[in-house]
């Protein structure tokens, strides 16, 4: 079984606070990805990477940025957090097979920004 | 613009019956699609996909259509339990390869009724 675990399931921090949400996958997974999730808005596509070192813009990075240093760990980071960055967040991987690929995602973690 | 579209913020259906969610997609170079279901508090679960080559894929209760001409793709639940009432994401990816992100709908919110 594909095991995401996500370092924090509960978050709550001050605006302007150096956020790190941190993420990590044991199953060898090439692709890792941050989606946000808000009431009414879905799953939203961050930033993903797929290989070490590497990484890619989603569709809302502004105020985000990341860190894969290793394979199996992609860091999530707010710089500055500001409260409409409260949010649930969600890490997830997957492995290339072709064109097609099924995520798996982890538990997720609540963020509070006061 | 939204590319993936779920019409329906909510659902209601009795128990043992079937649950019919639908989806509906804009963007012609889509080629897998995903549904995923998702529990309060918990990251999304990947319950079924289907490839654009087919038209049908079953997997136990659950069955997901594809209608390409349309733009169109429905899962169906049969018969409906009360631990399936969760929220149900529609999901897609393109071809390029595996690394892309998911552009998933905004949700139903199934309810299963006793």
């Known amino acids: 079984d594909v095991k995401v675990t996500q370092s924090s399931r509960y978050l709550v921090k001050r605006t302007g606070e150096k956020v790190f949400l941190e993420c990590v996958q044991d199953?060898?997974?090439?692709?890792m990805f941050w989606y946000r999730q808000d009431p009414g808005l879905g799953l939203r596509l961050i930033y993903f990477?797929?290989?070490?070192?590497?990484?890619e813009k989603g569709d809302i990075p502004e105020g985000y940025s990341v860190s894969r240093e290793k394979k199996e760990r992609f860091s999530l980071i707010l710089e500055s957090a500001s409260t409409n960055q409260t949010s649930m967040y969600l890490c997830?991987?997957?492995?290339?097979?072709?064109?097609?690929?099924?995520?798996?995602f982890g538990p997720g973690t609540r963020l509070l920004v006061l | 613009d939204q590319q993936v579209k779920q019409n329906s913020p909510s659902l209601s259906v009795q128990e043992g019956r079937i649950s019919i969610l639908n989806c509906d997609y804009t963007?012609?170079?889509?080629?897998?699609f995903l549904w995923y279901k998702k529990y309060p508090a918990e990251g999304p679960t990947f319950l079924i996909s289907?490839?654009?080559?087919?038209d049908k894929n079953e997997d136990g209760r659950f069955t997901v259509f594809l209608n390409k001409s349309a733009k169109h793709l429905s899962l169906h639940i049969v018969p409906s339990q009360p631990g399936d009432s969760a929220v149900y994401f529609c999901?897609?990816?393109?071809?390029?390869?595996?690394?892309?992100?998911?552009?998933f709908g905004k949700g139903t919110h199934l309810i299963i009724q006793p």
């Open positions: 997830a991987s997957s492995t290339n097979s072709g064109s097609q690929e099924t995520q798996y």
């Open positions: 199953m060898d997974h090439e692709n």
């Open positions: 990477s797929y290989d070490v070192k590497m990484k």
């Open positions: 963007n012609s170079m889509f080629d897998y």
């Open positions: 289907i490839s654009s080559i087919k």
């Open positions: 999901a897609a990816s393109g071809s390029g390869g595996g690394a892309d992100g998911l552009t």
